[in-house]
C-alpha cells in the first residue's frame, strides 16, 4: 500500500518501516500515527513477515516526537488503541521491533525506540524525554520503559531533567545496544534482522513472550512456573519448528523454517 507520512519496503522476512515526515523532523500528528497504526497491525497479522525495522527519513531525526506545531495550531489530537507510532501501546506483539535511530529521537521518538526489542544507534543519535520543559510528560511508556531498562536511578536522571543523552552514553545506559556510523545504520540493522531470522520464529516469538511477561511476574519463581501457560510457549511446542531444528543440527544443514 501507498501511505503519506511512511513508507514500506519487504526484503524476505523483514519489513521495513520509514517514517516520512522530515520537514518535520519525522515528529508525529494524529494522521502518522494513524498510518503506522495501520502497517504495524499488517505486520502483526502477516505470517510471512517476522521482523519489523523502524526509522526516520533522512539522517537529522528518527522522530521529533509529539508535533507540536500541528498541537499549537488547534490540530485535533488523538492517538490510535495501538498508541504512538502504532507500537507504544500494542503490548500483544510478539515479533521483535527494531529501531534504527538516525539523529534525533526525541519526547514520542524516544518512546517508540524504547517501545522496541532492540536500538541499534547512529553516532549522531540523540535521546531525550523533554516534555516537562513544555509543559507536559512523557506518557507514550516513556516514564515506565525506561525505568524498566536502565534502573531507577538512571532514568530519574533523564526525567527530571529532560538532558540530551549521546549514542554512546546511551550503550553505557543499557538501552543502546550498538553504535554504528550513520553510513553504516541501516547495514547493521539488517545484520541484526538477519541474524534474528536465522533462528525459528516461533522460538523467538515464545521467548519475547516469555521475557516481557515474566518482568512483570513478582518473582523468579513465578515467571518460570507461569511461562507453561503463555500462548507463543505452547505454540512453539506444537510448531513443526521443533523437529526441523533437530533434525537440520543433525544433518548439518540450515533449517527450513515454517512461521
Known amino acids: 500500500m501507498s501511505y503519506e507520512f511512511c513508507s514500506t519496503q519487504i526484503e524476505g522476512r523483514v519489513l521495513t518501516v520509514t517514517i516520512n515526515r522530515p520537514e518535520a523532523m519525522n515528529a508525529l500528528h494524529p494522521p502518522a500515527n494513524a498510518e503506522l497504526a495501520e502497517v504495524f497491525d499488517g505486520f502483526a497479522a502477516n ?5 519489523a525495522i523502524i526509522t526516520g527519513s533522512g539522517d537529522r531525526a528518527f522522530s521529533a516526537g509529539n508535533d507540536l506545531k500541528y498541537q499549537a495550531s488547534g490540530g485535533k489530537m488523538y492517538v490510535p488503541d495501538s498508541g504512538f507510532a502504532g507500537l507504544t501501546s500494542r503490548f500483544d506483539l510478539t515479533k521483535p521491533v527494531i529501531a534504527a ?12 525506540a524504547l ?5 541499534i544507534a547512529s553516532e549522531n543519535a540523540v535521546f531525550a524525554l523533554p516534555e516537562p520543559k513544555v509543559g507536559l510528560a512523557a506518557l507514550a511508556g516513556g516514564l515506565h520503559r525506561l525505568p524498566r531498562q536502565i534502573g531507577q536511578k538512571q532514568a530519574m536522571g533523564m526525567i527530571l531533567t529532560g538532558r540530551r543523552v549521546g549514542a554512546e ?8 545496544n550498538e553504535v554504528t556510523t550513520p553510513a553504516e545504520l541501516l547495514t547493521r540493522v539488517q545484520a541484526w534482522a538477519d541474524m534474528i531470522v536465522d533462528c525459528s520464529p516461533t522460538s523467538i516469538r515464545a521467548s519475547k513472550e516469555a521475557v ?3 518482568l512483570d511476574e513478582p518473582t523468579l519463581e513465578a515467571a518460570y512456573r507461569g511461562q507453561s501457560k503463555y500462548g507463543e510457549i505452547n505454540a512453539m511446542f506444537k510448531s513443526p519448528n521443533m523437529i526441523e531444528g533437530p533434525m537440520a543440527f543433525a544433518q548439518k ?5 515454517t512461521g
Open 169 to 176: 552514553e546511551g550503550k553505557t545506559l543499557g538501552f543502546v
Open 253 to 257: 544443514r540450515k533449517p527450513q523454517w
Open 101 to 112: 535511530v538516525n539523529g534525533i529521537a526525541m519526547g514520542g521518538g524516544f518512546e517508540i
Open 47 to 51: 505470517p510471512d513477515l517476522w521482523v
Open 115 to 119: 517501545a522496541c526489542d532492540l536500538i
Open 212 to 214: 516481557y511477561r515474566g
